[in-house]
């Protein structure tokens, strides 16, 4: 707080205007100790009897500053009344307009200036309802757009779903069933299968006695 | 030996209430003149009473309390018959029969001349400006004299005249 009225003084300062007493002794250096002690501490003992005294008058300055104090009270009072006296006669004055013709003239004013107002709600109710239906034909629009998409998208994954469906029929026919079931066995058992096989990196089956050396390769006549 | 030590602010009242010195009167002090030390402190000219009717209030035991009447005499002028209100303070002093006659004698030096007051001010530079800019929107003629009129209150504490 002390800190902020240092600011304003300075900013006023710089300003070159003639501040407030209030505002001229706030500053850093005068820090209040008010409400320093709770209430029930007694007052120190050199302070116990001190009474201080009252401050010295003078009888001739006290005498001018009364009668100047006087002076303004009974100007002020003078205002204040002026200003009343002021208000009381506005308000007759008005008071008897409103008896003659001000109330009709009025009413008048207020029926056209409602007729104007629904004028205007009109001419913008009109400009709204156009953006409005621009704005839903154009969404109309958007949507349509939206939906023939999302319905090839799920034709083309129906499609998918058939076709993996068609293969799994089509190999369920080779399926081992109980009814062929000892056919099969035998067919197993009379088929060989020998696995002792070359491979090459990757991962193709090298026939036996085929096998090309590099020498071979380079060996061979040109065809 | 004990010591007694007032202590606190100095007061400004020297002396009796009205009530503590008119219970030691015969008829309550009726027909005596008192006065107190606030008109001999704030005013140069006279100020005193005249009792008429003292009724302490005899359950007080500080006295003051009851009600008083008496014939007022402010500054100098006779104001009459009136209640006297401020009997509970400490400041009312008797004047001895013997300095009566002397004491409610009104010399010219003893009565107040009426300050003269001024009957119109000027107005406040900026409401003057603006009431004389009102007058010629509306087309009315200034009033004369075009001045704040003052007002002044009358009673028998101010005697103040306009001129």
């Known amino acids: 707080m002390a800190s902020a009225c240092v600011r304003t003084c300075n900013s006023l300062k710089s300003l070159n205007i003639v501040y407030p007493l209030s505002l001229r002794v706030c500053n850093s250096s005068v820090i209040s100790v008010r409400w320093r002690k709770p209430r029930w501490i007694p007052k120190t003992q050199s302070k116990l009897f001190y009474v201080r005294k009252p401050t010295p008058r003078d009888e001739e300055e006290n005498k001018m500053l009364m009668q100047k104090y006087a002076n303004y009270r009974t100007q002020m009072k003078a205002i204040r009344s002026y200003f009343t006296k002021f208000v009381q006669e506005e308000k007759q004055a008005r008071k008897e307009y409103d008896k003659s013709v001000g109330i009709e003239q009025e009413l008048a004013e207020v029926r056209l200036s409602i007729e104007v107002n629904a004028q205007w709600n009109q001419e913008s109710a009109n400009i709204r309802e156009a953006r409005e239906l621009a704005e839903a034909q154009k969404s109309a629009k958007i949507k349509a757009i939206k939906d023939q998409k999302q319905k090839e998208k799920d034709e083309e994954q129906i499609a998918e779903l058939q076709s993996r469906i068609d293969n799994n029929i089509k190999f369920s026919e080779k399926f081992i069933t109980q009814e062929n079931m000892d056919e099969e066995i035998e067919k197993v058992l009379d088929s060989r299968k020998d696995f002792n096989f070359p491979i090459n990196r990757k991962g193709q089956r090298l026939t036996r006695g085929k096998t090309k050396l590099k020498e071979d390769i380079s060996s061979e006549p040109d065809a | ?163």
């Open chain 2, 1 to 163: 030996m004990t010591i007694t030590r007032f202590i606190g602010r100095e007061s400004h009242f020297r002396g009796k209430t009205l009530y503590e010195i008119a219970s030691n009167l015969k008829n309550f002090g009726e027909g005596r003149v008192v006065t107190r030390l606030a008109f001999h402190n704030r005013y140069p000219e006279k100020s005193f009473y005249r009792l008429t009717k003292v009724v302490p209030n005899f359950t007080d035991t500080d006295l003051r309390k009851g009600k008083a009447w008496g014939e007022k005499v402010f500054r100098g002028d006779n104001c009459g018959v009136r209640e006297i209100n401020s009997g509970s303070k400490m400041d009312w002093k008797l004047i001895e029969r013997e300095d009566e006659e002397e004491f409610c004698k009104l010399t010219e030096k003893d009565k107040r001349s009426p300050t003269i007051v001024p009957k119109y001010a000027d107005y406040p530079p900026l409401l003057g400006e603006w009431l004389q800019m009102d007058y010629r929107r509306t087309g009315l003629p200034l009033p004369k004299p075009f001045k704040l009129k003052l007002k002044i209150e009358k009673s028998f504490t101010n005697k103040a005249v306009q001129e």
